[in-house]
């Protein structure tokens, strides 16, 4: 019986590995956030050219006019677009590819990729 009594929760040692682990992954989420966010607000963008008939958007050139638009007002600055989306034009609908991964540095040489690829069809107005 005294065994059960000398029990009294967890040590300062493990206190301390537990809130390092969870100041690991709170900062490794707090790195990446940004970034899903600005992907969630280009998706976004790129659909809303379906539903916003007063942009008139008829060529691939409009297409990346009203998106880099949608990027300023969205402050997303790191991207080029060029390289991260490929648009052509079938069937009367844009079949939009946006392809890019962004990376931020966690500790010395390693670094926190997050890959982005999805693809769009966006009928014309």
Request: net charge positive; glycine share 4%.
């Amino acid at each position: 019986m005294s065994f059960a009594k000398s029990q009294k929760g967890a040590s300062v040692l493990g206190i301390m590995v537990v809130l390092a682990l969870v100041a690991f992954f709170l900062s490794a989420g707090l790195k990446m956030m940004p970034h899903y966010l600005d992907n969630n607000a280009l998706s976004g963008i790129i659909k809303k050219i379906e539903s916003d008939k007063a942009a008139d958007v008829r060529t691939i050139a409009d297409f990346y006019t009203y998106v880099k638009k949608g990027m300023t007002i969205n402050a997303i600055r790191d991207l080029d677009l060029e390289k991260a989306l490929e648009v052509k034009i079938e069937n009367n609908e844009f079949r939009a590819h946006l392809k890019y991964e962004k990376r931020e540095p966690l500790i010395q040489n390693l670094d926190l990729v997050a890959r982005f690829d999805k693809e769009f069809r966006v009928r014309m107005p």
